[in-house]
């Protein structure tokens, strides 16, 4: 970890992450601490809930740490713990202390958690660590039943505090894992499914218990009210397309030994960037429409790895003088059918199988089945940890006559060798042989290779790089299946025997590290976050009283066409940069925008008020303007030529709000710089001939009004059909949803005199001070959610819906303070707490009473 992270020390640099950027990290809206009681994110569209700071590893670090600490050895710890985890769980399995070595080290090198973590996901490992913890209780021989079986079940609770869904589907195999455990061959199969039953229910119910903080937030915010949730056939169906995006197609399962043959991270230079099929649109091939393709992590598996965990499945069929136990055969069975099963729904919609799990109840809420890799990357290193210990037993334990040289051993040996031993070595040559010389085959297709390469949109300038990085990855398997292969039969050979056991284990180290060094370094990317967080002119602008104002580049907040001309040089730099500001540099400062970075889940509250504001055609351009209006979208970014005309004809043709605040360019840091360009090289600078521009809208509503004037309209529909009307005047009048009375002003006027301002501003805390002349309602232009209270001079008040999404309260005459808090209930985090509390009691209890060794024999 210290060779690969060895940058993290460097104070100017931290580890890139798609998932969770340093930005998001130092953001108000995730502050960890704030974050037990629920989350409420401000930064991007009006606002939204999001599940609350589950009590996890992740937020011990990140409270011991802080963010930048965070964004630097989050990784490498979450990896570590992982590597500790699969080590504990391999000496319960009873596996010997070096063999368990070694499967910590293939665990967390393993491409898959390693490459998730460096994309921002150090979640995944800390989930897959918290699953192979549950494991480690369910085998443990040294804790009784009633201690085990909890402590299983909080392993569980926190693997899904960590991986959300992830964690969800590692629980469905620690509840097979339980079954198979349970079983006696002795006794009678009522008896042995009865035990496996109860196994279950325990582990269930305090692995419900504990993350039921968790489990409250996901149904919350991720089912429950939003879009496409609903468990009938119809929306299952019309969902399949979008929750099997990223399905792994079958002919990439030859990354699980070959790393980088289809690519590795989008962006990885010398032709080692991604050109599979993971991620690409359903029906591309027909439509040409959407993502061709997007990958963010790895599947290896390792080569070593996978080659004795298929010696161990091998010599577990055999029935006389297997090197197994009959216990141990069966777990071989059970990981090889885990693992098989793993990877034909981690197919997706390339194969019929995930069909058959999508029909159960609440499965296509889960997106993604190329997830079932996660599974799939521990059951083989259990399988490689039997294997190891097959041959540490048979082979290396006991000391064996040894000839003067290797060749003269080998010479010895193989007249002698058994005929299991004969037909591996046999075939692992046949296999390497058929490697090299389908290796030959590929480069010789090296031409027919980069014809589809430009068939699926790889630029045809590159195709050859590429076509050359992945034929001399497949070079690299050769090679390490030879050493790998070579390895093996100078074990079974006996010359590491006895006293050259230790020899045998160190060259299996080495072989490892190597092998995922080389597969893994590519996942490791570091930039310079002082460099990337510089403020600049068009910031400061916008990060200036930035609870008073939104952003927004696109003319849709989801995915509509930007300010720009993406064609154009100009334009294309803009929108990239403004993406890049978007996840990084806007949450770094707290800017509020009104695009939005990713909703997969749109809850059907916003979805209703999105479509109502989306033109069908050009005439209903100005319901974009309307849009801005009502989500006081102030400051708009893009090029000044000719989107001012246009903002001003199209979008707002009657009042003409839009005007040039502040003109800029885009110009290098470093000026004079050609070579290496990233958008870290980019700064905007203010210039008054410049291409771009920070537009002001004169009619957007501001953050906070007072309305003298309003309209009761219970009915959604009338409620959006009122406003998307562009006869009615947003200013003058707002629409409340719920039961009040009626204005006593006349409709359509907004008597001056009212004033309202807000004196502080924080995600989850909004406090204003209002004037008041007669009663009125305060429009607050954030979103409504329930979990929102209000207190006027300290008192609760009825939290009103207004403009159908936004948050308000009615007021009588007079001079107010009023205060909006987000609280959620916080009993589940209450549940949770005192879950993990006994949990860390019975730990304590079992390692006190000497029940517990971790391992240690």
């Known amino acids: 970890m210290l060779l690969f992270f060895s940058n993290s020390f460097d104070p100017d640099l931290t580890l890139f992450s798609n998932d969770g950027p340093l930005g998001a990290l130092a953001s108000q809206q995730w502050s960890t601490a704030n974050g037990f009681t629920g989350i409420w994110t401000d930064l991007n569209w009006i606002g939204s809930k999001a599940p609350g700071t589950a009590p996890n590893i992740t937020a011990c670090l990140s409270l011991l740490f802080g963010p930048v600490q965070v964004s630097k050895f989050l990784v490498p710890l979450a990896l570590l713990i992982l590597a500790f985890s699969s080590w504990l769980l391999c000496r319960q399995l009873s596996f010997p202390p070096a063999v368990s070595a070694l499967g910590g080290i293939a665990m967390a090198l393993n491409t898959d958690p390693f490459s998730h973590a460096c994309w921002g996901l150090a979640s995944v490992a800390l989930s897959m660590a918290c699953y192979v913890l549950a494991l480690a209780a369910v085998a443990s021989r040294d804790l009784k039943s009633w201690i085990r079986l909890p402590l299983a ?128 649109q359903p029906g591309w091939e027909q439509h040409h429409q959407g993502l061709v393709r997007h990958s963010g992590s790895g599947i290896y598996a390792g080569v070593s790895v996978v080659f004795f965990g298929l010696w161990a499945i091998v010599q577990s069929m055999q029935r006389k003088q297997s090197v197994f136990s009959p216990n141990e055969r069966r777990m071989i069975w059970f990981w090889a059918l885990a693992a098989l099963i793993s990877l034909l729904l981690s197919f997706g919609r390339h194969a019929p199988f995930y069909q058959v799990v999508y029909a159960l109840p609440f499965f296509s809420t889960i997106r993604n089945p190329i997830k079932f890799i996660h599974p799939l990357s521990v059951a083989l290193v259990i399988l490689f ?196 500001w978007l996840e990084h540099l806007f949450q770094y400062y707290n800017i509020q925008s009104l695009d939005i970075i990713q909703m997969p889940r749109t809850p059907e509250f916003d979805a209703m008020f999105l479509s109502a504001f989306t033109p069908t055609n050009d005439a209903q351009a100005p319901l974009i303007g309307r849009l801005w209006q009502l989500t006081n979208t102030r400051f708009l970014l893009g090029m000044q030529q000719p989107y001012l005309d246009l903002l001003n004809k199209q979008i707002d043709p009657t009042g003409k709000g839009f005007r040039v605040h502040s003109p800029f360019a885009l110009t290098l840091r470093q000026p004079g710089k050609t070579s290496d360009l990233s958008l870290d090289d980019f700064t905007a600078v203010p210039s008054p001939t410049g291409p771009y521009a920070i537009f002001e809208f004169d009619g957007a509503l501001p953050r906070a009004s007072l309305y003298s004037n309003w309209l009761v309209a219970t009915n959604d529909q009338t409620a959006l059909r009122q406003l998307s009307d562009l006869t009615f005047d947003p200013s003058r009048s707002v629409v409340v949803s719920d039961l009040i009375p009626e204005a006593q002003t006349a409709a359509g006027t907004n008597p001056a005199g009212g004033t309202v301002k807000i004196t502080s501003y924080a995600p989850k805390r909004v406090q204003l001070e209002a004037k008041a002349p007669s009663p009125a309602v305060l429009l607050l232009n954030d979103r409504y959610d329930p979990d929102w209270r209000v207190f006027v001079d300290g008192k609760p008040e009825l939290l009103l819906r207004c403009n159908f999404i936004m948050r308000g309260v009615r007021l009588q005459a007079g001079e107010h303070t009023v205060e909006f808090r987000f609280e959620p209930p916080v009993t589940a985090l209450y549940a949770s707490l005192f879950s993990l509390a006994v949990g860390l009691g019975l730990c304590g209890f079992a390692t006190l009473s000497g029940q517990s060794r971790l391992g240690v024999r």
């Open 385 to 580: 940890g039997y294997g190891l210990q097959g041959l540490s037993r048979q082979y290396l334990e006991a000391a064996k006559a040894k000839l003067g040289s290797l060749g003269a051993q080998l010479k010895s040996w193989w007249p002698s060798a058994a005929s299991s031993e004969k037909l591996w070595t046999k075939g692992s040559m046949a296999v390497l042989i058929v490697s090299l010389l389908g290796g030959l085959l590929y480069a010789s297709s090296k031409r027919d290779l980069e014809r589809y390469l430009g068939s699926v949109n790889i630029d045809p300038k590159i195709a050859p790089q590429i076509s050359i990085f992945s034929i001399k990855e497949f070079g690299w398997f050769v090679l390490f299946l030879g050493m790998t292969a070579g390895l093996a039969a100078l074990i079974q050979s006996g010359w590491l025997s006895g006293k050259r056991a230790k020899w045998a284990i160190l060259l299996l180290g080495a072989l490892l590290v190597t092998d995922f060094s080389h597969a893994n370094q590519p996942w490791v990317v570091y930039y310079n976050f002082k460099e990337r967080y510089q403020s600049n002119p068009v910031l400061d602008v916008l990060r200036k009283d930035p609870q008073e104002h939104r952003v927004a580049a696109r003319l849709h907040p989801t995915n509509g066409p930007y300010l720009a001309q993406p064609n154009t040089q100009e334009g294309g730099l803009l929108i990239a940069t403004h993406s890049n």
């Open 153 to 280: 079940g909080m392993a569980v609770a926190l693997s899904i505090m960590e991986g959300f869904d992830v964690g969800a589907i590692l629980s469905l195999y620690v509840a097979a894992f339980a079954v198979a455990q349970a079983y006696r061959p002795a006794t009678a199969l009522a008896a042995n499914l009865t035990r496996g039953a109860v196994w279950v229910a325990v582990i269930a119910c305090v692995a419900a218990l504990t993350a039921m903080h968790t489990l409250s937030g996901l149904i919350g915010t991720q089912i429950k009210g939003v879009a496409g949730m609903q468990q009938d056939a119809a929306t299952r169906r019309a969902r399949w397309d979008s929750a099997t995006q990223w399905s792994l197609p079958k002919l990439e399962t030859v990354r699980l030994v070959i790393p980088g043959l289809f690519g590795y991270r989008m962006d990885t230079p010398n032709g080692g960037g991604y050109w599979g099929g993971v991620g690409r």
